[in-house]
């Protein structure tokens, strides 16, 4: 899908105060909010831009950038200029659920495909995250997470198998949730957790599960939960598709309020392996 050349000879007015590249920037704004820009739509280059619209270089760019800060538009290297797919608005930093549980709350739905589901030795990093002793047995399970039918997130969670017994049995594809099963099924509920979000970039196999491209930004939520007792039951790395997710976090002030929503008092060694 590409934007239409000849609507852009007819987007700016000269005779106003109005600056140029506001005109252009709130031409191209309405077009993606009405719907007329649908995501994916690739914008023409700056120099096309120039020419169509009469101005200089530095009225498009300033225009496209502040887009670009809005998360309206994305720029990909050797490819050009498009359209954002709105992106998700996740309270996965400030909430105890799961992606699932957090979807749903929207209306959105989350379907999961198991990639790998089994015990083995927990390595020398998740122990000491979990705190296991050399040896002990981990359940691994990877999954790709679609929103709306859509890769969403890659996710890899280990969990203590002698505390979940029989898990690697589980069909935890489809729409089932992890949470859930370890709440109703093993009485371990999640008390208390501890998240951090970085940023990153797609490598080679993030890219092919994620449908990106490689060097696509991805948002990186780590997480160590707690059950019952301050127990350490789940340790997980999520990979966000970057052009799709978005991280919300209540708060508020202390004297607004006896408690604090969306603190994450965590250091950086804590849970980076």
Not at 226 to 253: C, I, K, N, Q, W
């Amino acid at each position: 899908m590409s934007i239409h050349m000849d609507a852009l000879e007819t987007v700016l007015d000269h005779s106003t105060p109005v600056p140029l590249y506001y005109q252009f920037k709130q031409w191209l704004s309405r077009g993606i909010f009405s719907g007329e820009l649908a995501p994916g739509t690739r914008l023409p280059d700056e120099l096309e831009l120039c020419e169509r619209l009469g101005v200089s270089r530095g009225v498009v760019r300033q225009a496209l950038t502040e887009l670009c800060y809005e998360g309206l538009i994305f720029r990909q290297r050797g490819r050009g200029t498009f359209v954002s797919a709105p992106k998700t608005a996740e309270g996965l930093i400030s909430e105890l659920g799961g992606l699932a549980d957090d979807a749903a709350s929207r209306g959105q739905e989350v379907q999961s495909k198991v990639l790998v589901l089994r015990e083995a030795p927990v390595t020398e990093s998740v122990a000491k995250i979990l705190n296991l002793a050399p040896g002990e047995l981990v359940v691994e399970l990877e999954r790709v997470r679609r929103l709306d039918g859509a890769p969403h997130v890659l996710t890899m969670t280990y969990l203590p198998a002698a505390m979940v017994p029989g898990l690697v049995a589980r069909d935890l594809n489809g729409s089932a949730s992890l949470y859930r099963v370890l709440s109703e099924d093993f009485g371990l509920p999640i008390i208390s957790s501890q998240r951090r979000v970085e940023a990153a970039t797609a490598g080679v196999r993030e890219a092919r599960l994620l449908k990106v491209g490689r060097g696509d930004p991805l948002l990186v939520l780590r997480s160590l939960s707690f059950t019952t007792g301050r127990r350490p039951l789940e340790y997980f790395v999520a990979f966000h598709r970057g052009d799709r997710s978005a991280f919300e976090v209540d708060l508020s002030s202390p004297a607004g309020s006896a408690s604090r929503l969306g603190r994450i008092s965590v250091s950086r060694d804590d849970l980076v392996p």
